[in-house]
């Protein structure tokens, strides 16, 4: 059981579907022990990537927002929660805008702080086909963090790992 989960709610509507699994994840996770972070990217103000790859060159993004500081509780964190309802084969606009701004992770010094965390994804949707559906968060998870899917789901979710995993974490999802 990790120490802390980092959960960032990507869902537009307030009181929808997202934010009733959410409530539900927080207090699960808060009867067992672990702390949790929560973000709510609609209370936060994130700049659009605008691909100037600042990030690559020096390893800082050129904007100083909101981002500055989620990064932070992402580089502390062993597991983090991505939740936003899929719609029309995509996350919504905030989450789009903050899966960009992971472009940070893709330079090599900053892969290092990714290293050993687990994402999960909470993907509230009227679809029963998650490949398809969750493409947004694949091409990301894939290059960005260079994570792999996995059924494991210790937590009961859709999980992704960062790296190459023991050889009985492997087992478990056999």
């Known amino acids: 059981m990790p ?6 709610n990507g869902a537009t509507r307030v009181n929808g579907n997202t934010d009733i699994i959410i409530e539900k994840i927080i207090e ?3 009867n067992n022990g672990v702390n949790v972070k929560f973000i709510n990217l609609r209370e936060k ?9 600042q990030c690559l060159r020096e390893s800082t993004c050129s904007f100083d927002d909101d981002m500055t500081y989620i990064r932070k509780y992402i580089n502390e964190t062993e597991v983090m929660i991505l ?3 899929l719609y029309w084969c995509g996350v919504t606009g905030l989450m789009k805008t903050f899966l960009d701004r992971l472009f940070f992770y893709y330079h090599s010094k900053n892969r290092t702080l990714i290293a050993g965390k687990q994402v999960i994804i ?5 679809q ?3 490949g398809v559906e969750s493409e947004p968060y694949s091409r990301v998870l894939q290059t960005a963090f260079q994570m792999s ?3 494991d789901c210790r937590y009961g979710f859709l999980c992704w790992y960062y790296g190459e995993r023991s050889s009985a974490e492997q087992t478990r999802t056999s």
Do not use: E, R
């Open 83 to 85: 939740a936003s309802p």
């Open 149 to 151: 899917w996995s059924q």
């Open 128 to 130: 029963k086909d998650i």
């Open 45 to 53: 103000k994130i700049a659009n990537c605008i691909g100037c790859y």
């Open 122 to 126: 909470v993907t509230p949707m009227n």
């Open 3 to 8: 120490d802390t989960v980092l959960i960032i």
């Open 28 to 30: 699960g996770a808060k």
